[in-house]
C-alpha cells in the first residue's frame, strides 16, 4: 500500500545472509542465530537504516553551468535564463559534443558521491540529448554504469525534456519524431524502463504530453511526469488520467489535483533542492498532500542547475522548508521513494526477505539526520550484504 509510513525503530539488531535481511530482532535474538562463521558487528551509538532511494535524477550530462548562478542572484527566472542560451539547452550542447565513455566517466563521479551519502538505488534519466543518437548514447551510458557501479540503477527516457534549437517553435513535430523515431528503438532494445516527460508552459503542452505518455504506455514503459513546476498547466491531472507511477516538482499543484493523485496513488517526488538552487521562497505543499493521502517521495533532482548528490541535504530541506518530520522525510526518503521506481519489493526499508542495503551513521537518531545538517553522517554502507564503504569504520 502506498502511504507514508513514518520511520520508528524495528529491532536492536540484523542479520544478513546471502546479501538478504535474514531477520531482524533483540540482540538476544539476533547472537542467537550466529555460528563460527559469522561476523558479528557491534554498532552501540550508531543509527541504521535503509539505504536511500533517490527517485528522481538527471545523472547523464556533460558540461556545467555555474555561470548561471549570478543570473539567479540578479533575479533571471529558469525560463529567462533559459531564453538566454542557459538552462537545459546549454547542456544539452556540451552532453551531444560528449561521447559515452566520457559520460560514463563524468556520471562514474557523481555515483561515487551518491554512495557517499548514502544513496543506494537511484532512478537515472537522459535528456540532455534531445536527439536520437545522443538519448541512445545517454541510456546506453546508464545501461553500462547499471552493470558497474554499486549504485543500483533504474533508467527513464526524458527524450522531451526540452524543444532542441532544431525544433524551436515545433513542438508538435518534436514529440512526433520522438514517437515516430527515438521510443521504439528505446523500447525495443529495453533501454528504459519508464518514460518522462517536461510538461510546462514554453515547453510541452497537456495535449503532447498525453501522446508521448500514451505511446510509452502502449510500448511498455511505466509513465513519470515533470508538472506544474512554473504554472499549472495540467500535466499533473494527467499524471492521475493515465495512472502515471509519479508526478514531480508540483509547485502549483491544487488541492483537488491531490485528491486525484490519492486516489490513483499517484506518488509526488517533491524536490526541495529545486526551488533551493533557484533562489525561490515557495516550497512544494507536502503536509496539504500528505493530509490528502498522497504518498510523498523525495529526491535530489540531481542535475546541472540543482547539483547535489546529497540525500540528506535534501531531507534537512524537507524538514526545515516544507514542515516535514524527520520521520516522514526518512520515509519519503526510502521506502516510498522505493515505490517511486517499482523498487519497493526489494529495496527501501528493513524487512525479512529485501536486499541488505543498510546505512550505518554517526547519529544518536533518525532525529539527527535533519538536525545535524551540512555534513555526511555516513559511517559505513551495505549493498546487498556487501560493505561497500567504511569498512574502516566498523570494529
Not at 556533460?62 to 542560451?85: D, N, V
Amino acid at each position: 500500500m502506498r502511504t507514508l509510513n513514518p520511520a520508528r525503530p524495528v529491532a536492536q539488531a540484523l542479520a544478513i545472509k546471502d546479501g538478504l535481511i535474514l531477520d531482524l530482532g533483540s540482540n538476544e535474538e539476533i547472537l542467537g542465530l550466529a555460528n563460527e562463521y559469522t561476523r558479528v558487528i557491534d554498532l552501540e551509538g550508531l543509527t541504521l537504516m535503509p539505504g536511500f532511494v533517490d527517485p528522481h535524477t538527471h545523472l547523464i550530462f556533460a558540461g556545467q553551468r555555474e555561470f548561471e548562478l549570478p543570473m539567479k542572484q540578479s533575479g533571471a527566472s529558469y525560463l529567462e535564463i533559459l531564453a538566454s542560451g542557459g538552462g537545459i539547452l546549454n547542456t544539452v550542447r556540451a552532453t551531444r559534443n560528449a561521447s559515452r565513455e566520457e559520460l560514463v566517466m563524468a556520471a562514474t563521479a557523481r555515483l561515487d558521491r551518491m554512495l557517499a551519502f548514502g544513496t543506494t538505488t537511484a532512478e537515472a534519466k537522459s535528456g540532455y540529448g534531445l536527439d536520437k543518437d545522443t538519448e541512445l548514447k545517454s541510456l546506453e551510458a546508464i545501461a553500462e554504469l547499471a552493470k558497474t557501479h554499486t549504485v543500483e540503477l533504474v533508467p527513464t527516457f526524458l527524450g522531451a525534456h526540452a524543444v532542441p534549437e532544431e525544433y524551436k517553435g515545433a513542438p508538435d513535430d518534436y514529440i512526433e519524431f520522438v514517437i515516430s523515431d527515438v521510443l521504439p528503438e528505446v523500447a525495443a532494445r529495453k533501454l528504459a524502463e519508464f518514460c518522462d516527460i517536461f510538461c510546462e508552459k514554453g515547453v510541452f503542452s497537456v495535449d503532447n504530453s498525453r501522446k508521448l505518455l500514451s505511446a510509452a504506455q502502449k510500448a511498455g514503459l511505466g509513465l513519470r511526469i515533470h508538472s506544474d513546476e512554473i504554472v499549472r498547466l495540467g500535466g499533473t491531472a494527467l499524471a492521475v488520467e493515465l495512472g502515471a507511477v509519479s508526478a514531480s516538482h508540483l509547485m502549483q499543484t491544487s488541492d483537488q489535483e491531490f485528491e486525484g493523485m490519492a486516489e490513483r496513488g499517484v506518488i509526488a517526488e517533491l524536490l526541495p533542492a529545486t526551488p533551493f538552487a533557484l533562489m525561490e521562497k515557495e516550497y512544494p505543499r507536502a503536509r496539504a498532500m500528505i493530509e490528502a493521502g498522497v504518498p510523498v517521495a523525495l529526491s535530489t533532482d540531481l542535475n546541472p542547475n540543482c547539483w547535489t548528490e546529497s540525500m540528506q541535504f535534501v531531507i534537512a530541506l524537507a524538514a526545515y522548508n516544507m514542515k516535514l518530520h524527520p520521520s516522514e522525510a526518512l520515509a519519503a526518503a526510502t521506502r516510498n521513494a522505493a515505490f517511486a521506481i517499482n523498487r519497493a519489493d526489494t529495496v527501501g526499508s528493513l524487512e525479512v526477505g529485501k536486499q541488505a542495503d543498510v546505512l550505518v551513521l554517526d547519529a544518536k537518531n533518525h532525529l539527527t539526520i535533519p538536525y545535524h545538517f551540512g555534513v555526511n553522517l555516513i559511517e559505513t554502507v551495505i549493498k546487498k550484504g556487501k560493505i561497500v564503504l567504511g569498512e574502516k569504520n566498523l570494529p
